[in-house]
């Protein structure tokens, strides 16, 4: 696992990380074209995504290039648990700490700019457990994942969110970049990332946003 940095940018890429982003944004376009119907519900999306259908799933794994790392729910952490732990198969027996970290979060259209929405505890809830090392970030890398549950514009939200992290959580978030766009996927239009500086590090944060707003189950 290792992390690089492009000599034309000051932005450093896992380009590790990204190559297993693809595997489950592309795991994402399989539920949706197979109109997967899902509950309402952060750990029951998450677990759909992460369990036996899907990425621990052997065909499934192969196909979407990601038989090299296991994904584990509801993983035990520094602090508390964390949504999804990925392990390599090859790096974790040597450096136990090698594992990377993704949080998910679901969103909704609703008080989208106030303190007590979804979009704030996307932040406080995920983005700020990363930012005071609640969550380790192993090759200073870690992911989100935003479970959109009700129509909305997603890049609209992202502004959104992007103010309330100035706003109102700058003092508890460091933040050097907040939200710029970044193509992973070429026909993936929701993938973007935030730098955030620990202990004088800076630190990227990947956040995928995944409509799932017509799958809900109602």
């Keep these: 696992m290792n992390a690089s940095v492009f000599d034309h940018s000051s932005v450093f890429y896992n380009h590790e990380f990204e190559n297993i982003l693809i595997g489950i944004i592309n795991c994402y376009k399989l539920i949706i074209t197979c109109k997967v119907v899902l509950p309402n519900d952060e750990n029951e999306i998450r677990n759909k995504i992460v369990g036996d259908d899907y990425l621990n799933n052997n065909q499934v794994r192969k ?7 296991i994904f584990e729910p509801e993983a035990p952490e520094k602090t508390g648990r964390v949504d999804i732990k990925i392990i390599s198969r090859q790096s974790t027996f040597i450096d136990t700490k090698a594992y990377y970290i993704i949080e998910c979060k679901r ?8 303190t007590t929405g979804l979009n704030a505890k996307y932040i406080n809830d995920g983005i700020a457990r990363f930012a005071s090392e609640k969550y380790s970030m ?3 890398t870690a992911g989100m994942i ?20 100035n706003q109102h959580f700058f003092a508890h978030v460091s933040t050097e970049e907040a939200f710029a766009h970044k193509t992973i996927v070429t026909d993936f239009k929701f993938s973007y990332y935030s730098i955030h500086k620990i202990d004088g590090v800076s630190k990227i944060i990947y956040h995928l946003m995944f409509d799932f707003s017509n799958n809900i189950a109602v």
Excluded: A, C, P, S
């Design 63 to 69: 196909k979407l290039g990601i038989i090299d790392y």
């Design 107 to 114: 969103l909704d259209n609703k008080n989208t700019t106030g």
């Design 138 to 140: 192993y090759g200073n």
């Design 146 to 165: 935003g479970f959109v549950v009700e129509e909305m514009d997603i890049h609209q939200n992202i502004l959104d969110i992007r103010t309330l992290l």
